[in-house]
């Protein structure tokens, strides 16, 4: 079954201690991206892939880091969080930008 | 600045008539849009999507239509179902396939039967 996997699916945390989201695809999918929901604000995209060692900045990359070892796999790490960081994240995968993109469950992260 | 914006944050429409979505851009560089639907605890989910070089894509109940010039698309539900009900994005990315994607703000849609 084609799938993204996003771990874990609720996270509370204090401010500064370093986190780490995972992402899996089972697609073979080239593209993979982090977005972040906030009320009033949608979908923003933070960080974004276009295959293996290749990553540039989405619309609000602050505060974040991503790295992309293997196709499969985009992790997000939050070296220093901040409650500012306190949202609804969603990674997703597709072929392309322009692809039909496939999301994760989400992962509710609060941090006090 | 918001470059894809969905200005009306919710609608209601009874079961059977047509729900239409609108979605405003302002950056001429985008050329690939698409709709995705999200249910509370879940992902977002792909609907429907449309290249530039088109001005209307049909899919069963769901019609996107697209206006270049006016920087304009809409997302048509007919008829609407109450299984509709759920928030709508639009979602645009520019050329190459290998760029940003950018979200509107979503609209919550009610089907009410």
């Known amino acids: 079954e084609a799938q993204v996997t996003q771990n874990p699916r609720y996270l509370i945390t204090v401010t500064g201690k370093k986190l780490t989201v995972t992402c899996s695809q089972n697609?073979?999918?080239?593209?993979m991206s982090w977005y972040r929901q906030d009320p009033g604000l949608g979908l923003r995209q933070i960080y974004y892939?276009?295959?293996?060692?290749?990553?540039d900045k989405g619309d609000v990359p602050e505060g974040y880091k991503v790295s992309r070892k293997e196709k499969r796999n985009f992790p997000l790490i939050l070296e220093s969080p901040s409650p500012n960081q306190t949202s609804l994240y969603f990674c997703?995968?597709?072929?392309?930008?322009?692809?039909?993109?496939?999301f994760g469950q989400g992962t509710r992260l609060t941090v006090v | 600045d918001q470059q894809v914006k969905q200005n009306s944050p919710s609608l209601s429409v009874q079961e059977g008539r047509i729900s239409i979505l609108n979605c405003d851009y302002t950056?001429?560089?985008?050329?690939?849009f698409l709709w995705y639907k999200k249910y509370p605890a879940e992902g977002p989910t792909f609907l429907i999507s449309i290249s530039s070089i088109k001005d209307k894509n049909e899919d069963g109940r769901f019609t996107v239509f697209l206006n270049k010039s006016a920087k304009h698309l809409s997302l048509h539900i007919v008829p609407s179902q109450p299984g509709d009900s759920a928030v709508y994005f639009c979602a645009a990315s520019a050329a190459g396939g290998y760029q940003k994607v950018t979200f509107g703000i979503g609209t919550k849609l009610q089907v009410i039967p």
């Open positions: 997703a995968s597709s072929f392309s930008a322009t692809g039909k993109a496939f």
């Open positions: 950056n001429s560089m985008f050329d690939y």
């Open positions: 697609m073979n999918h080239e593209y």
């Open positions: 892939s276009m295959n293996v060692e290749v990553t």
